[in-house]
């Protein structure tokens, strides 16, 4: 049997952690922690499949339908939406910003106020 590298730090110290969503065995290495998948079978998104994802955002559909109708994970959605927006002109009111340490995206838009509005039926101390 092969020896099992880390792709991460190329030790050998290799232990079993149990098993991906997908059926196939994780690993984990005990030197820095990267878990990583022996042959993993990582999908390459097309450019036709990269145009039909930003006509879909500029329909505005949710992130996670966009996942399931174009079989895409969510961190890569993500990735690629702040990649896209960050390439916009600051003048039109987007902004993006990813922070690497935490692995979170966060996403700012033009924020907007919306003040109360009562109606009154018959009299004032019936507020509807």
């Keep these: 049997m092969d020896e099992i590298i880390c792709p991460q730090c190329g030790s050998g110290q290799i232990k079993l952690n149990g098993d991906t969503h997908y059926g196939k065995q994780n690993h984990k290495c005990k030197i820095c922690g990267q878990q ?12 036709e499949e990269k145009d039909k994802i930003k006509k879909l955002l ?12 174009m079989n895409v994970s969510l961190p890569w959605l993500l990735d690629f939406t702040v990649n896209l927006y960050g390439q916009t002109p600051d003048d039109i009111g987007i902004k993006t910003e990813q922070i690497n340490e935490m692995d979170i ?20 101390k019936d507020k509807q």
Excluded: G, Q, Y
């Design 58 to 69: 500029l329909e505005r559909i949710s992130l996670h339908r966009i996942c399931r109708v």
């Design 105 to 124: 995206v966060i996403f700012r838009t033009v924020e907007t106020e919306a003040d109360e509005m009562w109606s009154f039926v018959k009299n004032k």
């Design 36 to 47: 990583f998948v022996i042959n993993p079978e990582n999908k390459v998104i097309t450019d």
